[in-house]
């Protein structure tokens, strides 16, 4: 396996050498044409990144509302 890297700049991020084995993601994948491969990565990304934002904001609602029930 070859080194891997991600690095950032304050407007991108760069990924180098990285490999994903979960089946899911190989299976999308494979079903995405190559000429849009590049841009289906992308739309991954963003996708997975908003749903973890929403999901850390809902625990974190969660938590102060658990903690206000307590008082």
């Given at each position: ?40 990565f992308e739309r991954a990304v963003e996708v997975g990144t908003f749903c973890l ?19």
């Amino acid at each position: 396996m070859s080194a891997s890297s991600i690095c950032f700049t304050d407007s991108a991020v760069q990924i180098t050498g990285v490999e994903l084995h979960h089946p899911d993601v190989v299976q999308y994948f494979h079903t995405v044409e190559e000429e849009d491969l590049e841009r289906a990565f992308e739309r991954a990304v963003e996708v997975g990144t908003f749903c973890l934002q929403r999901a850390s904001a809902c625990q974190d609602f969660d938590f102060v509302r658990r903690q206000v029930a307590r008082s």
